[in-house]
């Protein structure tokens, strides 16, 4: 068995394991990352494309900002509406930050680059990976990799494989605690190289379901519609789409609709999920291994950002002998955090969609919030200040 050594072996090539790996090399300490998907792959995947504030900031002590600053898009503020009625959300007037426009595609892309220049060991095509001796001075990573078996000795691992890998299942059953909220419905989303219909998102609320307006760049949106489960992409047509996206946002955002077909159509299930503790022994877990959230708040990636943040500090006080205090905290410190940001996408869920079954009681309670928005500056900074992203 062929053996590789580092002091932190980093499970999961997507953002997260790289902005991790990124900021780990640049304080000195070894890393190598081990992915099972193509790079072509990962960098194929469609997700979020809000950065908030602090994430934008993190990703400038990466070193990896200068593309993000060139073509990313500063956003001040958003809109929530409920039917005609058009709330406004300005971040910048609130809270004195924004939020920005760039997609985690992207973000992957930059990361990688910097990784490349630096010279990090990325492994892709990664497969049977198990995880051992977690309670050692050394851990092991045994792994299959161009048909080979291989182990990478390490001193600390961080999994960074999302809610499918084999990080968050290497704890034990019975001192993982989960938690979880499935939501009966999920988000259609389609790619198209077509003008915004808004300078700012359209989060919105009508009688026939929840619509979202964002954006990738100045020629490329990305819309949603809320769908039932049972709804397949082969059920929507690009002109079934349009028509159902046009009829749930407000007749003057509908107006400015500028429609084209889609170069990418999918289907995305909604969950909250938690997953304690974020450490055993040598191993910590990071963004979707350990947390999801409805992307209903725009914190998938974020909260991915913000774990990375408290662990790259942690991890560097560790492997450079300046203590264990970080590494002791960081569950504590990020769940703390994973929980607020959780509570405020169950909160925007709640506001904005409608469930099966529910009364009329709900609906006036949706109509009640969002006219509550429109009138408490109060109830707006609140909003704006979670949307922006509460401090590390």
Known sequence: MTTLTTQVAIIGGGPSGLLLSQLLNKSGVETVILERSTRDHVLSRIRAGILEWGTVELLRAAGVDARMDREGIPHDGCYLTDDELMVHIDFKELTGKQVMVYGQTEVTADLYNAQ???GTTVLHGVSDVSIHDLDQSKSRVEFTHEGERKVLECLYVAGCDGFHGVS?????????????????????????????????????????????????????????????????????????????????????????????????????????????????????????????????????????????????????????????????????????????????????????????????????????????????????????????????
């Open 116 to 118: 490349d220049a630096m």
């Open 168 to 392: 968050r299942k290497t704890i034990p059953e019975e001192t993982r605690r989960e938690f979880e909220r499935v939501y009966p419905f999920g988000w259609l989303g389609i790619l198209s190289e077509t003008p915004p219909v808004n300078d700012e998102l359209i989060y919105s609320n009508s009688k026939h379901g929840f619509a979202l307006a964002s954006m990738r760049n100045e020629n490329l949106v990305r819309y949603y519609v809320q769908v039932p489960l049972s709804d397949k992409v082969e059920d929507w047509s690009d002109q079934r789409f349009w028509d159902e996206f046009s009829r749930r946002i407000p007749s003057e955002a509908a107006n400015r609709l500028i429609t084209g077909p889609s170069i990418e159509k999918s289907i995305a299930p909604l969950r909250s999920f938690v997953s304690e503790p974020l450490r055993w022994g040598n191993l910590f877990l990071v963004g979707d291994s350990a947390h999801i959230v409805p992307p209903t708040g725009a914190k998938g990636l974020n909260l991915a950002a913000s774990d990375v943040f408290y662990l790259h500090s942690a991890l560097t006080e560790a492997v450079t002998g300046k203590g264990t205090g970080g590494i002791d905290d960081y569950s504590s410190k990020a769940l703390a955090r994973i929980w607020k940001a959780m509570r405020f996408s169950w909160q925007m869920t709640t506001m904005l969609h409608r469930f099966d079954g529910e009364d009329a009681f709900a609906e006036q309670m949706r109509k009640a919030t969002l006219d509550h928005l429109a009138h408490s500056e109060t109830a707006r900074r609140d909003l704006a200040e979670n949307y922006i992203g509460l401090p590390f």
